[in-house]
């Protein structure tokens, strides 16, 4: 009887510190997950988007195909803004901006809570748009970008919402 009482202890044990070492790994290889900041360099989703014709994954990689989308980074940014684009109002203020931006000159302003993990390549697999949970260029320049709530999420897991059913087990988004 001790030593199942002891076998359990070291489960639970290793499950306890297994993850909060997860945890502890996601905020230091992604701490701009959980931070809040004003982004340093104006970015016009509208003009890229429907205006260039841009996909989202253009900037945001991983939009497609992994767990994260990330922001883009000075970088990518300049790997257009280098070429002779448009004599187009505000370019020029814009193009200094991003010549004086550090590295990383947007900052990420997550829509769920931080213990939630969304792969965001699976969900494109599956027909989800990025406007279903972003909300359109407009809207997210006008900073109206739609709340995200765990009803909308069920609702599209149980197939309410015209995308395949998905697992509603709370374990598969819920860290």
Known sequence: MRTRKVKWIVIWAVLIVGGAGLVAWDLASFPEYFYERSSRVPFNHEKHAEALGLDCSKC??????????????????????NLPLTES????????????APDAPFVFTSLLPSNVVFP???HVKSGV????????????????RPQVRMQDCLACHQGKLGFPKASTDCARCHR
Request: net charge negative.
């Open 60 to 81: 945001h990689v991983g939009a497609e195909a992994g767990i994260r989308a990330t922001m883009p980074s000075k970088a990518d940014c300049m790997d257009c803004h």
């Open 89 to 100: 109002e505000g370019i020029e203020r814009l193009d200094k901006a991003l010549l004086n």
């Open 120 to 122: 965001h390549g699976l």
């Open 129 to 144: 748009s990025c406007e279903t949970c972003h909300g359109s260029a407009k809207e997210i320049d006008a900073g109206r």
